[in-house]
């Protein structure tokens, strides 16, 4: 006998909006507290270099591995990879005695979408 259970399968391109456009109306309170927290984590140099050394990593993900010569000590470059984790951004898996890491889609289209039009004059 199985005690096998399925799970369902979660749609990566459906994009869950943290708020609104700019530009559609003003952020409630919530929003706003939500966006700058995704914003605020990326608002570090080493914190944009991890993300980015995982988002343009081949496969989409990255091992702490390959992504931690960014100028600054172990315990520190997995300070700023938890930041980056709290904020929504990365998510990660733990293989082995390693741990890969790898952007949320989601959020970015849902970052993006929250700063469409704002570029409009």
Known sequence: MSNVELLPVLDSS???????????????????ERAAKMFK?????????????????????????????VGVSQPTVSHHLKKLKEAGLLSSERRGTWVYYRVEPSVVAAMGKLLAGATTA
């Open 41 to 69: 984590a990326l608002g570090d140099p080493v914190r944009l270099r991890l993300f980015s050394a995982v988002a343009s990593h081949e496969g989409g993900e990255a091992c702490v591995c390959d992504i931690s010569d």
């Open 14 to 32: 459906v994009v869950v909006p943290c708020c609104p456009p700019l530009t559609e109306r003003p952020l409630d309170a919530e929003e706003a």
